[in-house]
């Protein structure tokens, strides 16, 4: 049984349907079941699962209809590897690396359980793989000035509650403090994103 590290509320109904519109999702679908029950979550403190505010952005950021068009990428190991899985069809679930083109690569699962206790198995093997865990702060790097739109999409991804005025003014500076006290394992993925404007620092 999978344990949730980290479980949002149900999903509502019309978003639901106007997502899965975009996305080109099946009536009969796992993600449609899955944000009736969550909207998004961490599950064993390292796969997510994303949010239905999210979910749109990521498989633009990966090319997931240029590389896989048959295909919706749904969340990520916050380490690389990303969750897919059929847009129609059977229910099956596809791991495979971020930078890997050809879906063949990937690993398939009847279950996101059976995913999951397999990321799991080679996370243990790992042996960095306990820094994951490491609670830290978000900070700026200040190395190229955020257009409006990077600060919008950095607001959103980390769940920030600043204005968009003050958010530019702390990204514009170096080391300044975006979100203290945090998990990694949260925020790995979005930290990806981007590198370009904050990064993680873990506590002296």
Same mark, same amino acid.
């Given at each position: ?16 349907? *106007?997502?899965?519109?975009? @996305? ?6 796992? @993600? !449609?079941?899955?944000? *009736? ?5 961490? #599950? ?12 749109? +952005? !990521? ?11 048959? =295909?919706? %990428? ?9 969750? #897919?899985?059929?847009? $129609?069809?059977?229910?099956?679930? =596809? ?8 879906? /063949? ?7 996101? +359980?059976? %995913? ?16 994951? *865990? ?8 200040? +190395?190229? &000035? ?6 919008? $999409?950095? &607001? $959103?991804?980390?769940? %920030?509650?600043? *204005?968009?005025?003050? #958010?530019?003014?702390? #990204?514009?500076? $170096? +080391?300044?403090?975006?979100?203290? /006290?945090?998990? %990694? ?7 990806? @994103?981007? !590198? ?6 873990? &506590?002296?």
């Amino acid at each position: 049984m999978i344990s949730f590290t980290e479980k949002n509320s149900s999903a509502n109904v019309n978003e639901i349907e *106007s997502v899965c519109k975009e @996305l080109g999702i099946s009536e009969k679908n796992w @993600l !449609r079941t899955f944000w *009736s029950e969550c909207n998004g979550a961490v #599950l064993e403190d390292q796969i997510v699962i994303y949010p239905i505010d999210q979910i749109v +952005e !990521r498989n633009k950021t990966y090319e997931i209809d240029i590389n896989f068009s048959e =295909y919706i %990428l749904i969340g990520d190991d916050s380490g690389g590897g990303l969750i #897919l899985i059929p847009k $129609k069809g059977l229910e099956k679930f =596809y791991f495979i690396g971020s930078g890997d083109p050809f879906i /063949n690569d990937a690993e398939v699962f009847d279950s996101i +359980e059976k %995913l999951t206790a397999y990321v799991m198995a080679d996370a243990d093997s790992d042996s960095d793989s306990d820094s994951d *865990s490491d609670s830290g702060n978000i900070v700026s790097v200040a +190395e190229i &000035k955020p257009k409006a739109s990077d600060v919008l $999409k950095i &607001k $959103k991804d980390f769940n %920030l509650d600043y *204005s968009i005025a003050l #958010l530019t003014k702390k #990204l514009e500076k $170096k +080391e300044e403090i975006i979100s203290e /006290n945090v998990k %990694l394992i949260k925020y790995k993925s979005a930290l990806d @994103l981007h !590198r370009q404007f904050v990064r993680f620092s873990s &506590k002296p």
